[in-house]
């Protein structure tokens, strides 16, 4: 007869502590699986197709202990840049970082404010500092890691964001003019505009106010002969919206246009306005799927006598949007759909698709397409009678269609080596930006 196996109380502690010790050896087994391995560097590849600024060359020099390449597959982490720009002439940019291969349970977003006010110097280099930050926790798993220190600022002196009084209330004001002329013997053309803004935005509301004047003149000369045309518009808008929650904003625009070409001599609207946006407006960096409407009144004093025999009239219009937009590691998309109408005639209306999509088909090979399609069948400003041959040809004068479009697209694609580190800084040519 066999011998029964007796479990005693020590014998039972002992396999309790057996059986524990064999657990975390799996689980330990498991997490240096899953987490990345390290490396000696980390290959970035920095992702500007979403409307932000690289200063690609900078911040490879600025940052040359990484192997920048040119192709997110080859990366380990995929930088995605996307600036937000607000009425100020400000902008929030988002840094959102996406682990691959064995990084790939790692992934960080990073937002940061850029003032208007700051140079495109100043602007690089806060780049390269958020960068390393935001790359801090891939570097720690490669060999760089042991040589990073981190130097914190002292406490010392510090100040409360909250305690800082800001002068202007948040407001920031604009001035600008500009002029250009250019000609020849037979041709003179010169034109200057002028324009003020002011505009206040917080979390939480946005003020906008805005005045532009636009004037042209153009002449040609033909068996001593001059023929003259002036184009001349003023516009202005003044807008207000808050954000009530997370999903729903409110607010109200209008504005005030002349124009020649347009046969507008006055143009007032004033218009409550409504937004929905399905995810949470903290997301707006990276989806985006809104709806809007407009609803209200409109004023129109024309110039000439309309088609419709017209000389001025106070209508009611409507317009609704559905606007989308998404970035993600593959590219980006950005749709919308636009519809208005007046209300006294419902085919007197507007639709228009307008989108972009951007995306990489495969390594290296780039496809961007763009555009802008309308049906028209609003425009109850046209004048009535005929337009001379010169007044068509220097489009002194709006003319009746019944659509418009812009279409585009592109195909890019780049081969060779991957790595992109190397900066060749001699005849660049003349490169130079002028912020006014």
């Known amino acids: 007869m066999p011998a029964k196996t007796i479990f005693t109380p020590n014998k039972l502690k002992k396999m309790k502590h057996y059986l524990l010790a064999l657990f975390l050896l799996i689980l330990s087994s498991f997490q240096a699986q899953t987490m990345p391995k390290t490396q000696k560097s980390l290959a970035v590849f920095l992702d500007c197709s979403n409307g932000g600024e690289c200063f690609l060359d900078f911040i490879r020099q600025e940052l040359n202990i990484l192997t920048f390449v040119r192709d997110r597959t080859d990366a380990d982490v995929q930088v995605l840049i996307a600036n937000q720009y607000n009425s100020n002439g400000g902008a929030v940019s988002n840094l959102m970082l996406i682990g691959r291969k064995h990084f790939e349970p790692l992934s960080d977003t990073v937002s940061y404010y850029i003032d208007p006010n700051l140079t495109e110097d100043e602007k690089r280099h806060l780049l390269a500092t958020q ?15 042991k040589d990073i220190q981190i130097i ?32 020849n013997e037979n041709y003179f053309n010169m034109s200057g505009s002028g324009y003020f803004s002011m505009n206040r ?60 070409y347009s046969n507008y001599r006055h143009r007032i609207s004033v218009q409550p306005r409504f937004e929905y946006s399905i995810f949470p407006y903290k997301d707006f960096t990276t989806k985006r799927l809104i709806l809007g409407v407009d609803i209200g009144p409109q004023y129109q004093e024309y110039i000439d006598t309309t088609i419709y025999l017209k000389d001025k009239e106070l209508l009611m219009q409507q317009s609704f949007s559905l606007i989308s937009s998404f970035t993600k590691p593959w590219g980006s998309i950005n749709v919308g759909f636009f519809w208005s109408n007046y209300f006294h005639d419902f085919s007197k209306n507007q639709f228009s698709v307008n989108g972009a999509i951007s995306t990489r ?12 399609y309308s049906f028209v069948h609003d425009q109850i400003n046209i004048r009535k009678g005929d337009i001379s041959v010169d007044q068509l040809l220097v489009k002194n004068k709006e003319l009746l269609s019944s659509y418009n479009f ?20 001699s005849f660049k040519g003349l490169s130079y930006s002028v912020n006014l």
Request: aromatic share 16%.
């Open 131 to 145: 960068l390393k930050s935001a790359l801090f926790p891939f570097l720690k798993l490669t060999d760089i890691g």
């Open 152 to 183: 914190l600022p002292s406490r010392e002196g510090a100040v409360s964001d909250s305690l800082v009084k800001d002068p202007w209330n948040y407001w920031v004001f604009q001035l600008g003019v500009n002029g250009y002329s250019d000609g």
């Open 201 to 260: 935005e917080t979390e939480k509301s946005r003020t906008g106010v805005y005045f532009n004047v636009n004037a042209s003149r153009q002449e040609y000369k033909d068996n001593g002969e001059t023929y003259s045309y002036d184009f001349k518009n003023y516009y202005g808008e003044l807008n207000h919206a808050v954000k009530l929650n997370q999903h729903f904003a409110a607010g109200i625009s209008s504005f005030y246009t002349n124009s020649l």
């Open 361 to 372: 088909l495969f390594k290296g090979l780039n496809l961007a397409i763009w555009g802008n």
């Open 406 to 425: 812009n279409i585009g697209m592109g195909l890019s694609y780049r081969f060779g080596s991957k790595n992109n580190n190397q900066v060749f800084p």
